[in-house]
């Protein structure tokens, strides 16, 4: 692609990042600044950091790639994001404010006073932190090398150090600006070229998302096939395809249909039905489980509502994010509806998540508009990859900092931060095959199966003890984390058990719940002896001046 | 529903429901209060001045008075959150099940657009931030009822 405004774009976005990281490190002077911005944010800020921080490369990018190429189904990643904050409002957020944790390894001794505990709940933050990281830097290197033809690893390691340096010299103050800003760039980034796209798709004559033909190439196009793949045209002519081979496609022709992907018109616009394959519906709760559940266990989330002065600010900022986070997910069907009309050839190459960046230039044509949208998204995706991953890495350097070096000093903070951030970017390098939103799905999981039940037994329940949360979360925890390693690095699976280990979070939450409730029940002389204390403390508003 | 969040709180209804506690008091329940001076015996001042102190004392030293309030409260928030995520689940988690059932409703269209795509690609947010702000009150007004019922100046 020949856009000569997509790298000033992307570099402009790194440097105000940087920029509004040095304002901020004029003021971070203490510890206690780096760590939690010393409670000084006031809550619009803040929700719009938390905001910032939480729309990554998987909200950006893969929700329009994945809804291009499945269609209804897969509405419910935007809608499931959303409502994990709900969850956390309901279930989580002025408690765990009132707890005065200021990390999940934090919430473990205070409610439950168990320093093994601590160290098993370091682990699993540690664990779903890269998890969560590597597929950023991976959509960074995948976005640059289609917007900008540089190599993969330049965007993942070009992404990687930016994102250390800055949490590493900034702290989180100098992050809560930079994250805020970054969300307003990210929906400006969607919804300034969707209003461009929407009127085109007027000025088009509304040509029709599912054509009872079939969608169709508007323009002449040259396909270059990325995956191997079995294309069916609608002829009847099928066709092996290998990685390098070039289709010719005239204006009109129809797209072939690819196998593995949903292009069946029916298939894309109607919900999976009854009795045809009930392995459908179970995806379908078993990933609505997952992210309604999992967005409280995520390390970067929690972290956030320290920085509000008191339970009833941490309830309302949380309900400002829920409002945000919608707005912004309104956004991204736009693209994947439109993309089925405008950038069909994503569904021959399988490069589904790059229809965000490609969409404006394809629909709108090559003039310095369409350009000059191209180079926004660009920057918007650039915007998304780095806040979560200075989100991340904030809060994994932050418990590597206290629970592994046991240092609190500014420096332990800022080796810790190389540490976390080194190695994601090395796992980042060597495994480019795996699927972006696939793999935050399954962070989601390994989140919803292990810290929500600690969180919320915790929180509501005041008969859990140490030995049962353990339990809990090792078994739950450890089956979803099973469940990633055998869908990342196993054999292909087919039938049930591709289902069960690709959405665990059916089965791995209530397995999760269900242990650490029998477990507490059954060691129940553990008990913590100040539970009555710490439930007014976790409950009791701060008026009452306890 | 205020009806009912406001009998969660156990005692409030039962105790303080014929005289709300005055707002007006609530600023400086510390200070001893010159008007009921009367109330005011031996045994009250030596434990700090006001009842509202006392009852904030046995809160803090768990007494089994303290420890049913807080019950209270904690049962009342969590009934709450409960009820409107039970709202959540069926409203939202109904959606696919209610559509593998009923094929039919998925091709019905609204202003063009097929109604699977406008509940969950633009409805579902609406009402998800709907039931937020919904908790965010009522939570607030559960706390309130629980610091009404710590301060309030007299039984």
């Known amino acids: 692609m020949g856009n000569g405004y997509v790298v000033p774009a992307i570099v402009a976005v790194t440097l105000v990042t940087v920029g509004i990281g040095f304002y901020g490190l004029r003021l971070a002077r203490t510890t206690s600044d780096f760590l939690v911005a010393s409670r000084a944010v006031s809550p619009t800020w803040n929700a719009a950091a938390?905001?910032?921080?939480?729309?990554?490369?998987?909200?950006?990018?893969?929700?329009?790639?994945?809804?291009?190429?499945?269609?209804?189904?897969?509405?419910?990643?935007?809608?499931?994001?959303?409502?994990?904050?709900?969850?956390?409002?309901?279930?989580?957020?002025?408690?765990?404010?009132?707890?005065?944790?200021?990390?999940?390894?934090?919430?473990?001794?205070?409610?439950?006073?168990?320093?093994?505990?601590?160290?098993?709940?370091?682990?699993?933050?540690?664990?779903?932190?890269?998890?969560?990281?590597v597929p950023q830097l991976q959509g960074a290197g995948l976005t640059l090398s289609t917007v900008a033809g540089s190599a993969y690893p330049v965007g993942a390691l070009l992404v990687a150090a930016v994102v250390t340096v800055n949490v590493a010299l900034g702290g989180m103050r100098a992050i809560t600006f930079?994250?805020?800003?970054?969300?307003?760039?990210?929906?400006?980034?969607?919804?300034?070229?969707?209003?461009?796209?929407?009127?085109?798709?007027?000025?088009?004559?509304?040509?029709?998302?599912?054509p009872p033909d079939g969608p169709a190439f508007r323009a002449a196009t040259t396909v270059v096939v990325e995956h191997r793949a079995t294309l069916t045209f609608p002829d009847g002519d099928v066709r092996q395809v290998r990685p390098g081979d070039r289709l010719d496609f005239a204006a009109g022709d129809p797209v072939p249909e690819v196998s593995g992907t949903a292009i069946d018109a029916t298939d894309w616009l109607l919900p999976a039905a009854a009795g045809e394959d009930d392995r459908g519906l179970f995806r379908t709760y078993s990933l609505i489980l997952a992210t309604f559940l999992g967005t409280m266990g995520l390390p970067h989330v929690l972290v956030r509502f320290y920085t509000n002065p008191d339970g009833a600010a941490a309830r309302r900022t949380t309900l400002v994010v829920l409002a945000l986070v919608g707005l912004f997910y309104l956004l991204p069907t736009i693209y994947g509806v439109?993309?089925?009309?405008?950038?069909?050839?994503?569904?021959?190459?399988?490069?589904?998540?790059?229809?965000?960046?490609?969409?404006?230039?394809?629909?709108?044509?090559?003039?310095?508009?369409?350009?000059?949208?191209?180079?926004?998204?660009?920057?918007?995706?650039?915007?998304?990859f780095l806040?979560?991953?200075?989100?991340?890495?904030?809060?994994?350097?932050?418990?590597?900092?206290?629970?592994?070096?046991?240092?609190?000093?500014?420096?332990?903070?800022?080796?810790?931060?190389v540490i976390a951030g080194g190695v994601p970017a090395v796992l980042a390098l060597n495994v480019s095959g795996l699927d972006v939103s696939e793999v935050v799905g399954l962070a989601f999981a390994v989140a919803a199966s292990s810290f929500c039940p600690l969180l919320v037994l915790g929180i509501w329940w005041r008969g859990l003890t140490d030995l049962g949360a353990a339990a809990g979360v090792l078994v739950g925890g450890g089956a979803a984390i099973g469940a990633v390693l055998v869908t990342v690095l196993g054999p292909p699976l087919t039938g049930w058990p591709a289902t069960l280990t690709a959405?665990?979070?059916?089965?791995?939450?209530?397995?999760?719940?269900?242990?650490?409730?029998?477990?507490?029940?059954?060691?129940?002389?553990?008990?913590?002896?100040?539970?009555?204390?710490?439930?007014?403390?976790?409950?009791?508003?701060?008026?009452?001046r306890l | 529903m205020t009806e009912a969040d406001e009998r969660d709180v156990p005692g409030r209804t039962a105790e303080s429901a014929p005289v709300p506690a005055p707002r007006a008091a609530d600023p400086a329940p510390r200070a001893a209060q010159p008007r009921r001076r009367a109330r005011i015996v031996l045994a009250e001042v030596s434990r700090s001045g006001s009842r509202a102190d006392r009852t904030r004392s046995e809160l803090a030293q768990q007494t089994r008075v303290g420890e049913a309030l807080v019950r209270g409260l904690v049962r009342a928030q969590l009934a709450l959150a409960l009820r409107l995520s039970l709202l959540v689940l069926v409203g939202l988690g109904g959606l696919p099940w209610l559509f593998a059932i009923a094929?039919?409703?998925?091709?019905?269209?609204?202003?063009?657009?097929?109604?699977?795509?406008?509940?969950?690609?633009?409805?579902?947010?609406?009402?998800?931030?709907?039931?937020?702000?919904?908790?965010?009150?009522?939570?607030?007004?559960?706390?309130?009822?629980?610091?009404?019922?710590?301060?309030?100046?007299?039984?």
């Open chain 2, 103 to 155: 094929p039919a409703l998925g091709r019905t269209t609204v202003l063009g657009v097929n109604l699977p795509w406008l509940l969950l690609g633009v409805a579902a947010f609406p009402f998800l931030i709907a039931v937020g702000w919904a908790y965010v009150r009522l939570a607030e007004r559960n706390e309130q009822d629980f610091t009404d019922l710590v301060q309030r100046p007299e039984r």
């Open chain 1, 338 to 384: 439109l993309g089925r009309i405008y950038t069909p050839q994503l569904l021959v190459t399988g490069h589904t998540d790059a229809v965000v960046v490609l969409l404006p230039e394809a629909a709108l044509g090559g003039g310095t508009a369409a350009r000059l949208l191209a180079a926004l998204v660009a920057a918007g995706a650039f915007a998304a």
């Open chain 1, 50 to 133: 938390i905001g910032g921080e939480y729309l990554s490369a998987a909200s950006f990018l893969g929700v329009a790639g994945l809804i291009l190429k499945y269609g209804v189904d897969v509405l419910w990643y935007p809608v499931g994001f959303a409502a994990g904050y709900l969850a956390l409002l309901l279930f989580v957020a002025a408690p765990l404010r009132r707890s005065g944790a200021f990390t999940l390894p934090d919430f473990c001794e205070v409610r439950l006073g168990s320093r093994r505990l601590r160290k098993l709940a370091t682990v699993f933050v540690i664990f779903i932190g890269w998890l969560y990281l």
């Open chain 1, 387 to 417: 806040s979560t991953s200075s989100g991340l890495l904030t809060s994994v350097a932050g418990v590597i900092s206290t629970d592994v070096l046991g240092r609190g000093s500014v420096r332990g903070f800022q080796l810790a931060t």
């Open chain 1, 178 to 210: 930079v994250q805020a800003f970054q969300y307003w760039l990210k929906l400006t980034a969607l919804a300034v070229p969707a209003i461009f796209l929407a009127l085109q798709w007027q000025a088009d004559a509304r040509p029709a998302v599912t």
């Open chain 1, 503 to 544: 959405q665990p979070a059916a089965w791995t939450v209530p397995l999760a719940f269900s242990v650490m409730v029998t477990v507490s029940m059954a060691t129940r002389r553990r008990l913590p002896r100040g539970v009555g204390t710490t439930m007014l403390r976790l409950h009791a508003p701060e008026t009452l």
